[in-house]
């Protein structure tokens, strides 16, 4: 199994331009979950699905973001216009629907100048 | 609502001393507890976890958790640690009913000199 990929790895836009990050969970897992990652706030659950469905989204900061995930294979994040408080690294991960613990990707890092 | 405290954002230690990192939760319901390790640029790692059965589980590279109801507490120990053991670690929580919803601690930088 090749894990979470995500992509791309390393982003650099600028400000005021769309983004588009992308994940691909573990073939069978059902829940997927957007995390962003910076200094300052530490690890922040964004939004996260159970069978494609989106069940909370109460940590997207703001109508910038938005996330879907139109098949169980495939997920998107994607942040317009982006702004340089944006700049974060922003983490993918996918479970099995249970009590399991998360397999997390190795992040996007994003850099909006 | 479930919330993880990590009580030292940063630990120094030498190389070979022993080490615990801190992690206390709060949940009304049933728990399980989770350790998640971050080297330096990378993603997160499942270190250890609790979900029922024996309180102490034990990973791989010689750390061990000790789940405490009592004490609502899930530290992390390594009796005898290695430069290679610097990263971060992030202790969380999955509690019943919170669709399986993970909650992140803030983290504990581990920093092992020689």
């Known amino acids: 199994d090749a894990g979470v990929i995500q992509s791309p790895r390393h982003e650099v836009t600028e400000m005021g331009q769309e983004v588009t990050l992308r994940c691909k969970p573990i073939?069978?897992?059902?829940?997927l979950f957007w995390y962003r990652q910076t200094m300052m706030r530490g690890l922040e659950l964004l939004i996260y699905?159970?069978?494609?469905?989106?069940?909370?989204d109460s940590g997207m900061p703001e109508d910038r973001f938005s996330a879907k995930m139109p098949n169980a294979s495939f997920s998107t994040l994607k942040i317009q216009p982006s702004e340089p408080r944006d700049s974060a690294v922003y983490f993918c991960?996918?479970?099995?629907?249970?009590?399991?613990?998360?397999?997390f990707g190795s992040g996007t890092r994003l850099t909006v100048v | 609502a479930q919330s993880v405290t990590q009580l030292d954002s940063q630990v120094p230690v030498f190389e070979e001393a022993p080490v615990e990192l801190r992690c206390n939760y709060s949940s009304s319901v049933s728990v399980y507890l989770f350790w998640y390790v971050q080297y330096p640029n990378q993603g997160l790692q499942l270190l250890l976890k609790y979900l029922s059965g024996s309180t102490l589980v034990e990973s791989i590279n010689g750390f061990e958790a000790e789940f405490n109801k009592s004490q609502t507490s899930f530290h992390l120990r390594k009796p005898s640690v290695h430069i290679s053991d610097t990263a971060e670690y992030f202790c969380a929580v999955i509690s019943g009913g919170s669709n399986y919803k993970l909650t992140f601690g803030k983290g504990t930088l581990l920093t092992v000199n020689p």
């Open positions: 991960a996918s479970s099995p629907l249970g009590t399991n613990g998360y397999t």
């Open positions: 699905f159970n069978n494609n469905v989106p069940i909370d």
């Open positions: 073939s069978g897992h059902n829940s």
